[in-house]
């Protein structure tokens, strides 16, 4: 079974900063990766999505994330951050090529950004 | 844009009350998820839904919990008899055929007191 690690549980940051924060994922096979983004009471929304083809992907609101599969990482990165980015973020892989995959979720990352 | 909608948006229970979560998905997708997030935790999956069969289970999705696709438009998830441990975002998500990207309600959340 698939499993999703997320070292960083709280990160704070200020205004400008950049942003990384770690996934690990434990999988032999095929795996489709995502990050998402649940700001405070709402639900969850995609950030952006790794499928195939070129590792590193843009998702919205200038985040980007690269699949190293060597590594079976998927690190989420933004080169400046805002105070609107405040939320939690969540990594999740879904195994297989089929459409029908459950997704395994990571523990989340709660984001604190300052002014 | 196309949504998964879901109602109630809070359902407060007592104890031992059955619950019904109700999902309208995507009207062209095939396939049906409810997933759970107790506060503070992470998401976890519950049960995956296709061809009006269960095709995948976790551990949590005992015999107090099923669901069903009463029609061409709803997805259910009923809880029988409701914990305690039961309070939590329920969320309702659907893919299609042509991709994994699953595609997420904005959540129910049931307080069980």
């Known amino acids: 079974a698939q499993s999703v690690s997320q070292h960083n549980h709280h990160v704070i940051l200020s205004e400008a900063a950049s942003l990384e924060l770690g996934c690990n994922y434990s999988y032999g096979g095929t795996v489709n990766l995502f990050w998402y983004v649940q700001y405070p009471g709402q639900h969850l929304q995609l950030l952006l999505k790794?499928?195939?083809?070129?590792?590193l992907v843009k998702g919205i609101k200038g985040f980007e994330a690269e699949f190293i599969k060597s590594k079976f990482s998927f690190n989420l990165r933004k080169p400046s951050v805002q105070w609107s980015d405040t939320a939690e973020y969540f990594c999740a892989v879904t195994a297989g090529t089929g459409t029908a995959s459950k997704l395994t979720f990571g523990t989340g990352t709660r984001l604190q950004v300052t002014l | 844009e196309p949504e998964v909608t879901q109602t109630p948006s809070h359902q407060v229970t007592q104890m031992g009350q059955e619950v019904i979560l109700r999902c309208v998905p995507i009207?062209?997708?095939?396939?049906f998820y409810w997933y759970r997030q107790i506060l503070g935790q992470k998401v976890e999956f519950l049960v995956s839904f296709y061809n009006n069969e269960i095709s995948e289970k976790s551990e949590i999705f005992d015999d107090q919990f099923s669901v069903e696709r009463p029609d061409g438009s709803n997805f259910t998830l009923k809880i029988r008899s409701t914990k305690l441990e039961d309070s939590a975002m329920y969320f309702c998500?659907?893919?299609?055929?042509?991709?994994?990207?699953?595609?997420f309600g904005q959540g129910t959340r049931l307080t069980v007191v």
């Open positions: 790794y499928f195939s083809g070129d590792p």
């Open positions: 009207s062209n997708h095939l396939y």
């Open positions: 998500a659907s893919t299609g055929t042509g991709s994994p990207e699953a595609f």
